[in-house]
């Protein structure tokens, strides 16, 4: 099994099942994931509906989870089911208790979601929280993206209002 494919397979049965609670292994593959090749997997796999175990391990096998998030991003037609973004700050939450787990990355992770969600409050909360944990720079990539975007106002596409001339 490669590392994309146990990666998705743990997010989104995590992301799909409603449990509260996960096991050590998958607590520390999502953290593992949460910095580094992973991160796209796990943006895709809460942004698509509903993705596929094999295709989004596909997707990350061939190098085209960011050419894909790219698009989603861009899209202003298309916005990310709300409930699966809060189903994803609820999993990487559960992640961040689990032993070694890079809690910094992992709260970057949410601090990006709650932005993709529209929330810049707790997107801002988040992306603090990542900062003040000491940790490897790879850690805070998505934290300071984050805080960035939120610092100069700037929302997901389908968060932006059209202007008519």
């Known amino acids: 099994m490669t590392a994309s494919r146990q990666l998705a397979g743990e997010w989104l049965t995590q992301l799909d099942s409603g449990a509260d609670w996960m096991n050590e292994l998958t607590a520390k593959t999502i953290s593992d994931g949460a910095s580094g090749q992973g991160l796209n997997v796990l943006i895709l796999g809460a942004l698509t509906q509903p993705p596929s175990i094999n295709g989004l391990a596909q997707a990350a096998d061939q190098g085209e989870c960011s050419v894909r998030l790219e698009a989603a991003v861009a899209d202003r037609g298309a916005r990310p089911d709300p409930e699966r973004l809060k189903r994803a700050d609820a999993v990487l939450s559960t992640a961040a208790l689990g032993e ?47 805080a960035f975007a939120v610092g100069h106002e700037l929302t997901p596409a389908w968060n932006r209002e059209v202007r008519h001339a």
Do not use: E
């Open 100 to 146: 070694n787990a890079d809690r910094a990355a992992l709260y970057g992770l949410r601090a990006l979601f709650a932005w993709l969600n529209g929330d810049s409050t707790r997107a801002k909360g988040y992306a603090r929280d990542s900062a003040n944990i000491t940790a490897p720079d790879a850690s805070h990539l998505s934290a300071a993206l984050v």
